[in-house]
């Protein structure tokens, strides 16, 4: 199993930057990928960032394409979300999540709030 921690989320307004980061720690020798997912109040849980394991092939959601950044630190077992110029429909839980043989894991979350 792998297990994911998530933090770094908080309040910033309109403009501003944020970075969030999930500690992994288990087995994770066969992980995959990594990647965030967020939700909204009120509305369904939605795909945001993901980084290839092999490769490093990355892909966003267009609505955050040219604002947020995936990286990670294998040494830390660590992945990252860069977030910049944030808009307050970028308020939500956001929620850090692995692929390890076939299944997936998810972190706690950490709310991110943007005010306007």
């Known amino acids: 199993q792998v297990q994911l921690v998530e933090s770094g989320g908080g309040l910033v307004q309109t403009g501003g930057s944020l970075r969030l980061s999930c500690a992994a720690s288990g087995s994770l020798s066969r992980v995959s990928s990594m990647g965030w997912e967020r939700q909204a109040p009120g509305k369904q849980r939605e795909f945001v960032a993901r980084?290839?394991?092999?490769?490093?092939?990355?892909a966003y959601a267009d609505s955050v394409k040219g604002r947020f950044t995936i990286s990670r630190d294998n040494a830390k077992n660590t992945l990252y979300l860069q977030m910049t110029s944030l808009k307050p429909e970028d308020t939500a839980y956001y929620y850090c999540?692995?692929?390890?043989?076939?299944?997936?894991?998810w972190g706690q979350g950490t709310q991110v709030t943007i005010s306007s």
């Open positions: 980084i290839m394991q092999y490769g490093g092939s990355i």
């Open positions: 999540y692995s692929v390890s043989g076939g299944a997936y894991y």
